[in-house]
C-alpha cells in the first residue's frame, strides 16, 4: 500500500514537471514567436515609413525643394548685410562696358603684355569678341554668405550676412589703366609673400593692369626715401612665396595720411592693397577715408594678417596653420629635454599670442604631448587645489617629465599690465616665461625636491618661415578675391574666410571686435582641458 502511494506521488511530481517544463518551454516559444511578429511588423513599419521618406523626398526635389523635413521651429526671416563703399556711386567707371575676363592668355614679359593689351583695347570696348577666358562664375551685386548658419529650435530669427567675394561682371576700373600699390604693415607672418605674389599675378594675370609698385619698409615706404619703391611683376614676383617673411620688407609705426595720400596722387595710383593685422587695417580705413575727403577714386583693400589669429568674423588669418605646424618642433625639443635632464626635467615653451591664446591652445591639441597650456583669456592659478604648479608636480611623478606651453599674453593678472607700447601701440608684454620657469623651480625647491627646467621660445622661427601648402592656397585666394572686389569698385573693405566662403568684409566692423579672443567656456579650452587633464580655473 505504501509502495502504490509513493509511486503515485512519483507519477504525479513527474506530470507536475512534465507540465511546468511544457508550460515554460510554450512561454519561451510564444515570447520568441512574438518577439519575432513583432519585429516582422516593426520593420515592415520601418520600410514603409522609408518608402514614403523616399517618395517625399522625390516629390520634393521634383519641386525644386531640399531633401529633409520642414521644421517651423528654425527659421531665418530677417538678414542685415553688411555693405561696403561703392565707387561706382561716387566717380564715373572707366571700366564700363568692358567684359570681365581673365587675361591668362597674354605674354609673360611686360612690354609684350602691353603690345597685346593695346592691340586688344578696341576689341575689349566693342565687345566684339573676348579678350580673354571667360569666367566659370561670375558673383552677382548681393551675393551673399549668412554669417551664423548654427541654429536653434525657437532661436532668433534674425542673421546676418557678408557679401561674397569673386569676379564681377560690372567693372569700375578700366583694367588696362590700372596703376596699383601693395604694401605690407606690422610683424612677419607665414604666407605675405604669397600674398604678394597673389596680388601681383592677379592684376597682371587676371587683369592686365599698367603696373603695379611695392611699397617697401611698411606704412613709412610712402614717404621715407630710405625705403624705396620698387616695381612688381609675376617676373620679379615669380619665386618670392618660398621664401619666408616680405619680399616689400615691413615695419611698425610709420603712418602719415598726408604723405601717403601725396603719394597716391603723384603716382596716380588707383588701387591700394594693405597687408597687416587689425591696426594697419584702422590705418587703411583712414586712407580710404582720406581719399573720398579729397575726391580720390582709390580702391582701398586690406588682406587681414596676424600670427595670433584674432582678427574678428573671419574663420582663420593666413600664416596660422603654419605657425601651428612649426610650433610642433619646439614642443618635440622640449619633450626632449624633459625626458633626458634628470632630475624632474620640465620643458616650457613660450609661443607668440598677445591677446588671444589660438596659437598656443592649437599647438597643444596637434602636438599631444603638453601636460600644462596656459593662454590670456584663462586666469593663472599657481598653488591649492586648481593651482598648476601641483599638477605639474603630478604629471612629473607619474610619467617622469612634463612639458608646458605658455601664450606670451598669459598671466597678466599676475605680473601686471606694461604701461609702455611699442610703434604700432602694442603694450609690451611682462615676461611670462622666464616667469613660469622660476615658479617652478621654487615650487619643487620648496618641496624638497629639485626640478631640472628648459625653456625654448621659438616665437620668431614660427613666424619667418615659408607658408605650408594649406595656408598657400589660402593666400591665393584672399589675393584674387581682394582684386576682384577693388576692381568691380568695392573700397574700405577687407577679404577673409566666413564659413568656408571667401568673403569681402567693411574695415570699420571688422576692427570693431578685434582682437577676438578664444572662447574660455568654448569647445577648443574643452579639447584641450581633456587632453592637458589639466585644473579648469573657470
Given at each position: 500500500m505504501m509502495r502504490s502511494s509513493s509511486s503515485n506521488q512519483?507519477?504525479?511530481?513527474y506530470c507536475t514537471m512534465a507540465a511546468l517544463t511544457t508550460a515554460i518551454a510554450t512561454y519561451h516559444i510564444t515570447k520568441t514567436l512574438t518577439k519575432k511578429q513583432e519585429q516582422e511588423r516593426a520593420l515592415k513599419l520601418a520600410n514603409a515609413l522609408?518608402?514614403?521618406?523616399?517618395?517625399?523626398?522625390k516629390s520634393q526635389i521634383d519641386k525644386g525643394l531640399p531633401p529633409g523635413t520642414l521644421t517651423d521651429s528654425m527659421k531665418i526671416d530677417q538678414v542685415y548685410l553688411w555693405e561696403l563703399e561703392d565707387l561706382k556711386h561716387r566717380f564715373p567707371s572707366s571700366g564700363e562696358g568692358i567684359e570681365n575676363v581673365m587675361?591668362?592668355?597674354l605674354p609673360t614679359t611686360q612690354a609684350a603684355r602691353r603690345a597685346a593689351l593695346k592691340a586688344s583695347m578696341a576689341t575689349r570696348k566693342s565687345n566684339e569678341a573676348k579678350a580673354g577666358t571667360p569666367y566659370n562664375k561670375v558673383i552677382g551685386e548681393k551675393d551673399a554668405i549668412i554669417a551664423d548658419p548654427v541654429r536653434k529650435p525657437n532661436g532668433t530669427t534674425v542673421s546676418r550676412a557678408y557679401i561674397r567675394a569673386g569676379p564681377r561682371e560690372k567693372l569700375h576700373f578700366n583694367p588696362r589703366e590700372v596703376k596699383a600699390a601693395i604694401v605690407t604693415c606690422g610683424g612677419l607672418c607665414p604666407g605675405l609673400n604669397n600674398v604678394v605674389r597673389g596680388l601681383t599675378n592677379a592684376l597682371f594675370h587676371l587683369y592686365g593692369a599698367k603696373?603695379?609698385?611695392g611699397i617697401t619698409g611698411g606704412y613709412k615706404g610712402f614717404y621715407d626715401p630710405e625705403y624705396p619703391p620698387v616695381d612688381l611683376t609675376p617676373e620679379v614676383v615669380e619665386f618670392i612665396h618660398h621664401q619666408g617673411g616680405t619680399f616689400l620688407s615691413s615695419s611698425r609705426g610709420g603712418f602719415d595720411l598726408d604723405k601717403i595720400i601725396a603719394f597716391l596722387k603723384k603716382n596716380d595710383i588707383c588701387q591700394l592693397y594693405v597687408i597687416g593685422g587689425d591696426g594697419t587695417h584702422r590705418g587703411a580705413f583712414r586712407i580710404h577715408e582720406g581719399c573720398m575727403e579729397q575726391g580720390l577714386n582709390v580702391a582701398v583693400a586690406g588682406i587681414p594678417k596676424t600670427i595670433d589669429n584674432d582678427i574678428d568674423h573671419v574663420d582663420r588669418t593666413f600664416g596660422f596653420e603654419t605657425a601651428i605646424e612649426h610650433a610642433q618642433q619646439a614642443i618635440r625639443c622640449a619633450k626632449v629635454e624633459a625626458k633626458c635632464n634628470k632630475p624632474n626635467g620640465i620643458g616650457i615653451v613660450k609661443l607668440m599670442g598677445r591677446s588671444a591664446g589660438f596659437i598656443a591652445a592649437h599647438t597643444t591639441m596637434c602636438s599631444g604631448d603638453v601636460d600644462l597650456c596656459l593662454v590670456p583669456e584663462i586666469p593663472i592659478v599657481l598653488e591649492g587645489k586648481n593651482g598648476c604648479l601641483p599638477h605639474i608636480r603630478e604629471r612629473v611623478k607619474q610619467q617622469g617629465y612634463a612639458?608646458?606651453?605658455?601664450?606670451e599674453g598669459a598671466g597678466e593678472e599676475l605680473l601686471g599690465q606694461s604701461a609702455e607700447t611699442d610703434a604700432s601701440g602694442n603694450k609690451k608684454l611682462p615676461a611670462i616665461g622666464e616667469f613660469m620657469k622660476g615658479a617652478v623651480v621654487d615650487y619643487f625647491k620648496r618641496k624638497g625636491e629639485e626640478a631640472t627646467v628648459k625653456y625654448i621660445d621659438p616665437s620668431y622661427m614660427i613666424r619667418s618661415v615659408p607658408a605650408n601648402a594649406s595656408d598657400s592656397i589660402y593666400c591665393m585666394q584672399l589675393a584674387q578675391n581682394a582684386v576682384h572686389g577693388a576692381m568691380a569698385g568695392y573700397t574700405g573693405f577687407s577679404v577673409g574666410l566666413c564659413n568656408n566662403k571667401t568673403v569681402l568684409l567693411p574695415i570699420p566692423e571688422l576692427v570693431a571686435t578685434s582682437p577676438k579672443h578664444m572662447n574660455p567656456k568654448g569647445r577648443t579650452w574643452e579639447r584641450v582641458l581633456a587632453l592637458t587633464r589639466q585644473p579648469n580655473t573657470i
Open positions: 512519483q507519477t504525479a511530481l522609408s518608402m514614403e521618406k523616399a517618395n517625399k523626398t587675361q591668362v592668355h603696373k603695379v609698385t612639458v608646458i606651453v605658455v601664450a
